[in-house]
Structures are given as C-alpha cells and as structure tokens.
Nanobody, 117 residues
Framework: QVQLVESGGGFVQAGGSLKLSCAAS????????IHWYRQAPGLQRELVAS???????YTHDSVKGRFTISRDNAKNTVYLQMNSLKPEDTAVYHC???????????WGQGTQVTVSS
C-alpha cells in the first residue's frame, strides 16, 4: 500500500509563490509516476504536472513557465513550485501516484491553494 500526503498550500496574493509537497510512504517501489491535479469549485479536475520514475516531467500549457515539478528520490517526495500565481490557480491540489500499468491507484487528501487578486 502507498500513502500520499500533500502539504504547502495556503493563501497568497496574485504574483506570489507557493511550493507544494507530496510525500509518499509505504511500498513506494510500486509507484511509476506522480501527478499533480487540481480542482476548482464547479470545474472539472485537471492535470497540472507530472513526473515519472526517470525524472521526465510534463506541465500543462496553462501553467507552463510558472509551475515546476521536481522530485527528491531520497525523500520520496515530489514538489510543485508555483510562481506568478493567478486567481485562476485557486483550487484544491491533489497528488496522485501511478502504478506500473498506468492506473492512478493512490491519491492524497489534497491541499487548498487560494490566490487573491
């Protein structure tokens, strides 16, 4: 079993920065990739960024150039550095872990990010 715990959310003014963390524990050898998703009230969940076990990353066009995903294998932690935040970035951010067949099997509880204008 794998457990994911997000942290680092909060309240920030537009233009500010936050760094989210997703700490994995348990049988982390089963994880093939980590994804950050976000969901704002009334909107569909959307993929923000991903990083696989080789360190290859992806960021959605809407956050490219502002958000950076990275990982620290020694700490079993994936980070999402968010700069130049906009009010439209306000959402609950979840990390999800993918198993070796591509299924998003494990999810964290989420962390709230609120950006004021």
């Amino acid at each position: 079993q794998v457990q994911l715990v997000e942290s680092g959310g909060g309240f920030v003014q537009a233009g500010g920065s936050l760094k989210l963390s997703c700490a994995a524990s348990g049988d982390t050898s089963k994880i093939d990739g980590i994804h950050w998703y976000r969901q704002a009230p009334g909107l569909q969940r959307e993929l923000v960024a991903s990083i696989n076990s080789y360190g290859t990353s992806y960021t959605h066009d809407s956050v490219k150039g502002r958000f950076t995903i990275s990982r620290d294998n020694a700490k079993n932690t994936v980070y999402l550095q968010m700069n130049s935040l906009k009010p439209e970035d306000t959402a609950v951010y979840h990390c999800a872990a993918q198993d070796d067949v591509g299924y998003l099997r494990w999810w964290g509880q989420g962390t709230q990010v609120t950006v004021s204008s």
